[in-house]
């Protein structure tokens, strides 16, 4: 009786230690992000003018790498407005945004993502 005591005492000492190596894991470190990317200035993309004349519209999703100097890095399309120039003049016009890049919990700037919808509407 006295072992089994003992092999249940020991069960419920591994799984509090493994609980707390979970825990402990995940914990925030100093790595940690906790000031995501924004915008620091945005100017308007151009709106294409042959899409003006044939009246194209539609929202472009980017996806953008935000480098730790706050200047745009990779830009992919995530999602096309359905018009290629529009989706063109999107990425163009994110390329020349500057950001405030992402910051860890130390205050060290590193490189991120973002998603940065950009809106063609005919007025």
Known sequence: MRRAGFQLGYAIRVLWLGLLMLVAGCASGPDEIV???????????????????????????????????????????????????????A???????????SRTRSGRAVDSWVIVPV????K
């Open 91 to 101: 990425v163009a016009g994110v390329k020349s945004f500057k950001f405030n890049p």
């Open 35 to 89: 000031q995501i990317a924004s915008h620091a200035s945005s100017p308007s993309p151009t709106y294409p003018v042959i899409s003006r004349s044939l009246g194209e519209q539609g929202l472009v999703t980017l996806r953008v790498q935000v480098l730790a100097s706050g200047n745009p890095g990779e830009v992919q399309v995530q999602r096309g407005s359905g018009f290629p120039r529009l989706d063109a003049a």
């Open 119 to 122: 809106n063609y509407v005919l």
